[in-house]
């Protein structure tokens, strides 16, 4: 069995650089988009968070969980670019709620992931 040091465990959990790419039993996965926001505002400018560093390909059920907020529809917009079904090949169900008090740039990058999801076939939970 090997054993983790402490250096290597603060290098996996580098701020800019959270991932459960690794983790390629999970199916189902909920996350706070805010991880997204955190993930991207870290990163250099070389290396920006992408949905496949972010969600391992195994997930057929993907939630995120939003408040509906600038930074949130930014980080929709650096997550989604331009969906494609092998980002996440296993993907048959997306959860993404558009809260009441949502602002008007969440509400449009929201309607483009939305779009997104039905061309690609993936059933869209709202």
Known sequence: MNEVTGEE????????????????????????LEIAVYNHNAATAHRL?????????????LSFVSCGAD????ALQILFPAF???????????????????TELYKQSWAKVSEDMEKAGILLVH
Do not use: C, T, W, Y
């Open 49 to 61: 968070a992408s949905l496949i560093d972010l969600v391992p390909a195994s997930v057929s059920h």
């Open 84 to 102: 494609s079904r092998s980002q996440v090949p296993s993907l048959q169900e997306f959860h993404l709620f558009i809260p009441g008090n949502a």
């Open 71 to 74: 930074d949130e529809a930014n």
């Open 9 to 32: 465990m603060n290098d996996s959990l580098a701020p800019g650089k959270a991932s459960l790419h690794g983790f390629q039993r999970i199916r189902r996965l909920q996350l706070p």
